[in-house]
């Protein structure tokens, strides 16, 4: 087995690639929304730049925005399970759809915002790939509104065999590809669009500036986890300490109480002796 350099669900090529090509990207998005590409008017990536401080900075994240007909959409990779990702998810959520709300405007005129996340980690306890939330009363089902929707993708739970007519499978399965050999059975199933994708992922992995930005967000990547691993001893350490003082703090307590205990017995063995 060749094991990848650089997989699908890096977030410098995730980001590069599907920018440069944006009708994969409308592809990509047609079929994780379930929709038909034909029915698609307005596409438009709405943060296509990739800045300086996105590219050196740490705890930063590459997704993809999107305006499909009139909705706010966010597609983003997500490669660790850093715990809270439910919660997070709703946060970006939130963020998205109060920012869409310009001064002055009526709250009848937020778009549907939609974020979609396709994970290399199990989720939720289900068998099913794919969980998709909105919000909905508890006991009668009835939606509260249309204009939240929470896509989940586990990478994890997809099906070893695919068949070449599920386009959503195959694009799953992409993003799930660790060796050479896993991308071969994928071009072996002369599925046009993952052709034409794997053959835009090997022009974008061997260029200058794609090399150039992963090696700056590789060393990102470094001192975060440098940087998180150091808060992580510093607070065992600084746990440790107040654990001791604490403890400190009780023997010197009980170092007191106890001396305070033998000057009484001094007293009472003093008047004992007169």
């Known amino acids: 087995m060749t094991k990848l350099e650089y997989t699908f669900k890096n977030d410098t090529l995730f980001k590069i690639l599907f920018v440069k090509y944006p009708e994969l990207l ?90 979609i996340s396709i994970m290399a980690f199990k989720l939720f306890d289900c068998e099913e790939f794919h969980s998709e939330f909105q919000a909905l009363e508890v006991a009668r089902h009835t939606p509260l509104t249309d204009k939240m929707s929470l896509h989940y993708f586990e990478l994890p739970k997809l099906p070893e065999g695919i068949d070449a007519k599920d386009e959503l499978k195959l694009w799953l399965a992409l993003f ?64 440790e300490l107040q654990e001791r003082k604490k403890w400190q703090g009780i023997i010197a307590g009980k170092d007191a109480e106890n001396e305070k205990l033998r000057e009484q017995l001094a007293e009472l063995q003093a008047k004992l002796e007169n």
């Open 26 to 115: 409308k592809r990509l998005v047609a079929e994780l929304l379930g929709i038909t590409l034909e029915s698609i008017g307005e596409f438009v990536i709405t943060n296509p730049e990739m800045p300086p401080e996105v590219i050196g900075g740490k705890f930063c994240r590459l997704d993809i925005n999107m305006t499909v007909d009139g909705q706010r959409v966010d597609l983003e990779i997500q490669v660790n399970d850093e715990g809270d990702y439910p919660e997070r998810s709703l946060y970006y959520w939130a963020r998205e759809y109060s920012t869409a709300l310009d001064e002055g405007g009526e709250y009848a005129e937020l778009p549907r915002t939609i974020i």
């Open 176 to 239: 799930k590809a660790e060796t050479e050999e896993d991308l071969a059975k994928i071009e072996a199933m002369e599925v046009t669009v993952m052709n034409e994708t794997i053959e835009a992922y090997r022009q974008v992995t061997a260029t200058d500036e794609f090399r150039e930005i992963e090696r700056q967000r590789s060393r990102a990547r470094h001192n975060e986890a440098s940087a998180l691993g150091h808060a992580r001893r510093e607070g065992i350490r600084e746990g």
